[in-house]
């Protein structure tokens, strides 16, 4: 049967048993792959539940069901720049009037989310980072670190009738936030802001959204108030381009960055300012304001301190992108692996026939460790990928997240590289294993390598976050912290215990006990304390 939903899109009613579902998971086409699905130990179907859940499961398939469908959702192999640009701005504006996930739907059940994430990102990288960012990390770093005073912008966000970006990056300074230049001096007389680009290295780079068709970006600037007092660097909510027309307002000069390596459907821009006045209400407000007269005040006394907290939505852009970097990966090694059942080469000297080549130590040892990593990668990106859905519900019910927060941030400067890195190296061994066809356009291993490759710099080049997170354990121990009470989440809690952890030795005698989850933990636990103590 098929129902009809409200805004017009023809939906099929579930199987209630997700198994029986032809749509989810379909009857396999006989061929070269049937003999080893048949040689399976475990059921699939049932394991993609136990990973991931049926109502995640669903989610997904509904988005795929409707992309498959959808006309402006089919390849066009050899787009040019300008018609690739076009078709992710079409593609997310089309994802936000279906209204898989609303506001309705998260507020109800928050974790799916996570499913709607992976089903756009699965399809296409560009158009899913752009209305991430539209839909995603520009209204919630507006919600998180705005004041009501901006209400406005929210409505207008969920009526899709602005689109936001969010300009951190210069020029010159990238890693180094609080180096950034771009000036926001407070008028007393007029009670404006005046952003200022005192020089092109000052000017807001790589900022996606911003080329050509963002009405609205977050710009972070060096807040100056009167008697020329720096006040650090804050966030304002800054009118780039006209909403009806979307040419840029005068003393704003913006642009696009150009053709990259990938991801070229996310037009990535620069911008600069000149004498450019905003309203005094344009200020990001939760960690700090001004009154009319200029003077600021903020309950975060420390400047540094200040800055991390107005910088929250980055480790919510790193827990996403690790989940990104599982779709990749599992992509390839989807690719890959199934290559490797259908190719074959050499055979016995007495007969004709040919192996596969997965039948090879060789390609076993060059794909299998890449498939268990997004095995690994799946468990992992879901899990930091809840508490952060976790984290944000409490915000918003007033609830007291500094703690958590403090730990995902360090949890997220740690896994972003491992995850980031573990998909361009899997990636880049899937494209040889596939030998001269994975060169080919058509297998999409190159796409999916060069669409990858920003993951590893982008929200926190990789070397910079991985220091990142060591400094936050180096800083638990010189303080003594309590390892309990600083780590709501467990990922350090067994800390508390490092002294006894030290002392203890393996007890494994068997092969099965070596393999047993709970020994390879305790064995990990020593490991990371000695080289803990060590350094």
């Given at each position: 049967m098929v129902a009809l939903s409200t805004n017009g899109r023809r939906e099929e009613?579930?199987?209630?048993?997700?198994?029986?579902?032809?749509?989810?998971?379909?009857?396999?086409?006989?061929?070269?792959?049937?003999?080893?699905?048949?040689?399976?130990s475990f059921c699939y179907k049932r394991m993609n539940v136990v990973l991931e859940g049926e109502d995640h499961i669903r989610l997904k398939h509904k988005v795929w069901q409707w992309m498959e469908q959808h006309p402006d959702y089919q390849r066009e192999p050899g787009s040019d720049l300008e018609r690739t640009r076009e078709m992710a701005n079409k593609r997310q504006h089309l994802l936000w009037e279906q209204q898989f996930y609303g506001v309705n739907e998260y507020l109800g059940t928050p974790h799916l989310l996570l499913a709607f994430g992976q089903a756009i990102f699965s399809y296409d990288f560009s158009t899913s980072v752009k209305f991430g960012l539209s839909t995603g990390m520009f209204p919630s770093t507006l919600v998180s670190n705005g004041s009501g005073r901006l209400g406005k912008y929210v409505a207008k966000i969920a009526d899709n009738r602005i689109l936001g970006a969010y300009a951190l990056t210069e020029i010159s300074h990238g890693t180094n936030a609080l180096g950034m230049r771009t000036r926001a001096t407070y008028d007393v007389k007029r009670e404006e802001f005046i952003i200022h680009t005192p020089d092109f290295e000052a000017a807001k780079c790589w900022v996606g959204n911003l080329g050509k068709t963002c009405t609205h970006a977050i710009v972070y600037a060096q807040l100056y108030v009167p008697d020329d007092k720096h006040q650090g660097l804050q966030a304002f909510l800054v009118p780039i381009r006209d909403e009806r027309t979307l040419l840029p307002f005068p003393g704003v000069t913006v642009g696009d960055m150009g053709e990259k390596i990938g991801l070229n459907g996310i037009d990535n821009g620069f911008v600069m300012f000149n004498q450019y006045r905003i309203p005094k209400a344009n200020l990001l407000s939760k960690t700090g304001d001004i009154d009319a007269q200029g003077n600021y005040t903020s309950k975060i006394k420390d400047e540094r301190k200040r800055l991390g907290a107005s910088l929250g939505a980055l480790s919510v852009g790193r827990v996403n992108?690790?989940?990104?970097?599982?779709?990749?990966?599992?992509?390839?090694?989807?690719?890959?692996?199934?290559?490797?059942?259908?190719?074959?080469?050499?055979?016995?000297?007495?007969?004709?026939?040919e192996w596969p080549v997965i039948e090879y130590q060789s390609q076993q040892y060059r794909l299998i460790p890449h498939l268990a990593t997004t095995i690994a990668l799946r468990v992992a990106t879901l899990w930091i990928g809840k508490e952060n859905v976790d984290l944000t519900m409490k915000g918003f019910t007033g609830e007291d997240t500094s703690q958590a927060g403090m730990e995902i941030h360090a949890i997220s400067s740690a896994l972003k590289p491992v995850a980031t890195w573990a998909a361009r190296d899997g990636i880049q061994e899937c494209r040889e294993a596939c030998g001269g066809h994975g060169y080919l356009k058509s297998s999409g291993l190159g796409e999916l390598r060069n669409d990858n490759d920003a993951n590893c710099t982008y929200e926190g080049e990789n070397n910079t976050l991985i220091q990142q997170a060591s400094n936050w354990l180096i800083s638990l121990r010189r303080n003594n912290a309590d390892f309990v009470a600083v780590s709501p989440l467990e990922t350090v809690s067994f800390l508390k215990d490092m002294d006894t952890i030290l002392q203890s030795k393996g007890q494994e005698h068997t092969p099965a006990q070596v393999l047993d989850p709970l020994n390879l933990l305790n064995a990990l636990n020593w490991l990371t304390i000695w080289h803990w103590i060590r350094r």
């Open positions: 009613k579930a199987v209630a048993n997700i198994y029986d579902d032809k749509r989810i998971f379909p009857d396999f086409r006989s061929g070269p792959l049937e003999e080893y699905r048949e040689r399976a992108i690790t989940a990104i970097t599982y779709v990749a990966l599992s992509k390839a090694v989807t690719i890959a692996t199934r290559y490797a059942a259908s190719r074959r080469q050499f055979g016995p000297t007495n007969s004709p026939a």
